[in-house]
């Protein structure tokens, strides 16, 4: 289906840029993979509180202040050598794969704006953020927010098969901290966007950003109860 499909073509994209030297690759965007970077921005935007908006947000902020501690995971790792640093794709949406209209085969990867320097996973955890998801990103019933197991299964078939060997065995054992890092992470902005006064991301409704935040973190505690069934 599409989800392997797409899952193959990012793989194999990080995989045929595995000898590309990171340092010869600009930071288009500077901190965008870095959650702990959007935890500050978070915490600066709630301490500044410009519309008064953190009071009705409590049940969030706790939410995020809860699970603080995944944001320094990555970066832990990276720091120890773990794995590498690579070139990453970073807008792992189904919409910037080119798909074949009778074979319908991933032909290849489109849109390299944010391709940088940043984690493997980074790419691997914002698709199944994306594609797994169970409601829009704007839903305001968060009963059908949530992590499609099945399409998340065919996500992690489809990166593996596309990355071969590129991957260590400790990053094949993060893919599911990853999608619920990147989901936290993107919840984040979100929240942090609401708090500012929606600066950042355009909004078509009052709240906008809080109902895509709040869809973010239920899918964050979803993967948190289904953890045992991601692993790979």
């Known amino acids: 289906g599409a989800a392997y499909e797409a899952a193959r073509a990012f793989g194999r994209f990080q995989s045929y840029l595995q000898d590309l030297p990171v340092d010869e690759v600009p930071e288009t965007i500077p901190n965008f993979f870095s959650s702990a970077f959007r935890l500050r ?12 908006r953190g009071a009705g947000v409590e049940a969030e902020v706790r939410f995020v202040r809860e699970r603080a501690d995944m944001v320094n995971v990555i970066d832990e790792h990276l720091g120890k050598g773990t794995f590498p640093q690579r070139i990453v794709h970073g807008d792992t949406k189904l919409n910037n794969v080119l798909f ?46 949530g992590m499609d197991l099945d399409t998340y299964r065919e996500l992690v078939r489809g990166f593996l098969d596309g990355a071969g060997d590129a991957l ?45 935040a709040r869809v973010q973190l239920r899918m964050v505690e979803r993967m948190e109860a289904l953890d045992d069934a991601m692993r790979v």
């Open 100 to 145: 074949d209209r009778d074979s319908h085969r991933a032909v290849c990867v489109v849109d390299l704006d944010t391709c940088m320097a940043g984690w493997t996973l980074y790419d691997f955890g914002d698709l199944a953020r994306f594609t797994a998801a169970t409601s829009a990103e704007d839903e305001r019933n968060l009963e059908l927010a």
């Open 168 to 212: 260590t065995d400790t990053e094949r054992e993060l893919m599911p901290f990853a999608a619920r890092l990147v989901t936290y992470t993107v919840g984040l902005r979100f929240l942090t966007d609401h708090i500012a006064g929606d600066t950042y991301f355009k909004i078509s409704r009052e709240g906008h950003n809080l109902d895509r």
């Open 41 to 52: 921005q978070f915490e600066e935007a709630l301490a500044a509180d410009p519309m008064g």
